[in-house]
Nanobody
Framework: QVQLVESGGGLVQPGGSLGLSCAAS????????MGWYRQALGKQRELVAT???????NYADSVKGRFTISRDNAKNTVSLQMNSLKLEDTAVYYC?????????????WGRGTQVTVSS
């Protein structure tokens, strides 16, 4: 069972920046894809950004140009740098990892970290 632990959430003013980090309990080199999702109060969980084992990235339209996802295989971490934060970025942010082995897909989630954008 892969464990994911997020860190770096907090309170930030609109226009500010915040960095999130996700530490995995095993080598992320074995993960086909890792990413960040978020869930605002009263809303469904949504994709923020993903990064494949090959380094390909994908972003939600709402964060393109403002957020950057990266992975460090040596440190088994995935990071999300968030710039130009908006009120609507307020949510609990979850780290996600996915393994695909033959026909089986395994999904792992962290417990989440709160990001609050407020003046």
């Amino acid at each position: 069972q892969v464990q994911l632990v997020e860190s770096g959430g907090g309170l930030v003013q609109p226009g500010g920046s915040l960095g999130l980090s996700c530490a995995a309990s095993e080598s992320i080199f074995s993960m086909n894809r890792m990413g960040w999702y978020r869930q605002a109060l009263g809303k469904q969980r949504e994709l923020v950004a993903t990064i494949s084992s090959g380094g390909s990235t994908n972003y939600a339209d709402s964060v393109k140009g403002r957020f950057t996802i990266s992975r460090d295989n040596a440190k088994n971490t995935v990071s999300l740098q968030m710039n130009s934060l908006k009120l609507e970025d307020t949510a609990v942010y979850y780290c996600h990892a996915q393994k695909v082995r033959w026909t089986n897909t395994y999904d792992y989630w962290g417990r989440g970290t709160q990001v609050t954008v407020s003046s």
